[in-house]
């Protein structure tokens, strides 16, 4: 069974950094994509980052560009996210996901609130 398992959210001042962690579980996590998403309140889930399995490639929303740093360790089974510089509007629920064959797979989410 699949299970993913966020840690590190928290409240933090606007300018401030968290840095989230995935404990992933259950399947072969290196090869896997795994990419972060977030959904503030009212508004719809976006993706945030992805970090490819195969070469660690990795994706930003425009919006964490400069500020968000994914990174991953196989070894661990962890998927990591640093935000730095934060900002009111991250504030969010924060999702870890894994996909592989176009199926994702998500955990429960940690919340992440930035005050201004």
């Known amino acids: 069974e699949v299970q993913l398992v966020e840690s590190g959210g928290g409240l933090v001042q606007a300018g401030g950094s968290l840095r989230l962690s995935c404990k992933a579980s259950g399947f072969t996590f290196a090869d896997y994509v795994i990419g972060w998403f977030r959904q503030a309140p009212g508004k719809e889930r976006e993706g945030v980052s992805v970090?490819?399995?195969?070469?660690?490639?990795?994706y930003y929303a425009d919006s964490v560009k400069g500020r968000f740093t994914i990174s991953r360790d196989n070894a661990e089974n962890t998927v990591y996210l640093q935000m730095n510089s934060l900002k009111s509007e991250d504030t969010a629920v924060y999702y870890c996901?894994?996909?592989?064959?176009?199926?994702?797979?998500w955990g429960q989410g940690t919340q992440v609130t930035v005050s201004s």
């Open positions: 970090i490819r399995n195969f070469d660690g490639d990795t």
């Open positions: 996901a894994a996909n592989q064959g176009g199926t994702w797979y």
